[in-house]
């Protein structure tokens, strides 16, 4: 079973990830993780604080002479701005933070809380989904997230092959996959900002490659939508996911919902096995299951709760009616989430390829990878 946990504060000294169960015999490159980390830090909207950062992952433990050893990983992402033990604690919750759920909850502090709470832990998340990727090149599978939408705009993808997608987003100021839209949707930033406010989005991710089969109908906390979706939902500020369709589907007949079952022979030997379906409304997963398709999934983001222009709040100290505080901030971080939602979705399918061709070693899940694929063209 792979899986991982977190620790940091914002201003702490250091971000960690520890992630458990990741198989023997897998080549970690450092330089992959860390284009991941900066392009998280970057996109149009960010705040001061990515200025001062410059995130690089140091793997502490798991690898030895560049290859995974199948002991527990640790990866580090230090923090420069550690200011964390001289700052003051804040007294006018921030209406969408966790300031005054949390508050009320530990009987302590609003920093206490804001400072774990903060989406600067996203940092090690996403180290932890650059590495289970590397797992995942070895299977020909790969994520690519990018903004569909922010601030009520839509960015439709060009229709161009997927090189060139990538290529476009990587351009792309808000990591839209329409170079003509750039200079509207920052404008849109802009003004955002210069009102004191903040904008949301909505990002989607998409993962080509896929065999039949990750995930299970067989049990609920199995599925792998399920699993995806609580991936998903548990990134700070995301309000909302959907797979395929997704709402849309609710909408239609189910004559314009479901994909069609079709067999191209000259594809039996790709990951899908030669079925091939005209659409893929159902986001590449059936049951909780892997269908050969790609898999593709959408978050909403909500808009950064801290305002310049702040809402109205309450002093915890004299309950009297206050705008709420107001620290540093960004005014959007719709691009940073599409980096962040690409490499958590990379981590929960990797922990499904695992459980489904055992996580020991790689060489044993590639061996047991190509008899499965053997046995499923012989059915
Ligand atoms: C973030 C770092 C934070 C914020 C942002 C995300 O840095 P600081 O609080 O020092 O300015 O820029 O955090 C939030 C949006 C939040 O709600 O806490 C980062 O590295 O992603």
Redesign the pocket.
């Known amino acids: 079973m792979l899986r991982y946990w977190t620790a940091g504060e914002?201003?702490g000294k250091t971000l960690l990830a520890l992630i458990d169960g990741f198989p023997a015999g897998v080549t970690i490159d450092p330089e992959p993780i860390n284009v991941e980390l900066r392009r998280r830090q970057g996109g149009y909207g960010r705040?001061?604080?990515?200025r001062i950062?410059t995130d690089a992952v140091n793997i502490l433990a798991g690898v030895w002479k560049g290859v995974t050893l199948g002991s527990p990983l640790a990866l580090e992402v230090p923090n420069r701005?550690t200011k964390l033990e001289r700052m003051e604690d804040l007294s006018r919750p921030r209406p969408g933070?966790g300031d005054l759920a949390g508050a009320m909850k530990y009987l302590g502090s609003i920093r206490g809380v804001?400072e774990r709470a903060?989406?600067?832990e996203?940092?090690v998340r996403v180290a932890a989904g650059a590495v289970a990727r590397q797992l995942l090149a070895e299977f020909g599978i790969t994520a690519f997230g990018y903004v569909v939408e922010l601030g009520g705009e839509p960015i439709e993808p060009v229709d161009v092959p997927m090189q060139e997608l990538r290529r476009i987003r990587d351009e792309s100021a808000v990591y839209g996959l329409d170079p003509d839209r750039d200079d509207a949707i920052k404008a849109l930033i802009d003004a955002a900002g210069k009102d004191g406010d903040t904008l949301g989005g909505i990002v989607e991710v998409r993962v080509d490659g896929l065999p039949f089969g990750l995930g299970t109908h067989a049990q609920w906390d199995r599925k792998l939508d399920g699993r995806l979706a609580q991936a998903v939902m548990a990134v700070?500020a995301i309000k909302g996911v959907e797979i395929g369709l997704g709402f849309e589907a609710a909408r239609r007949r189910g004559s314009q919902v479901h994909d069609p079952i079709q067999y191209d022979e000259s594809q039996r030997h790709s990951p899908n096995l030669g079925f091939v379906r005209p659409t893929n409304n159902a986001g590449g997963l059936e049951a909780g299951m892997t269908n050969g398709q790609p898999l593709v999934i959408r978050a909403a983001k909500k808009p950064?709760?801290?305002l310049a222009r702040p809402l109205e709040s309450i002093n915890l100290d004299t309950k009297e009616r206050e705008a709420a505080s107001y620290?540093?901030?960004?005014i959007c971080?719709v691009p940073?989430a599409s980096v962040i939602i690409e490499n958590v979705v990379a981590f929960e399918v990797a922990c499904a390829l695992v459980d489904k061709f055992g996580g020991d070693s790689l060489t044993e899940m590639k061996a047991r990878y190509e008899l499965y694929l053997d046995m499923a063209r012989e059915m």
């Open positions: 914002s201003h705040g001061g604080r990515q950062e701005d933070h804001l903060s989406a600067r996203t940092a700070q950064i709760s801290t620290e540093r901030s960004d971080a940073a």
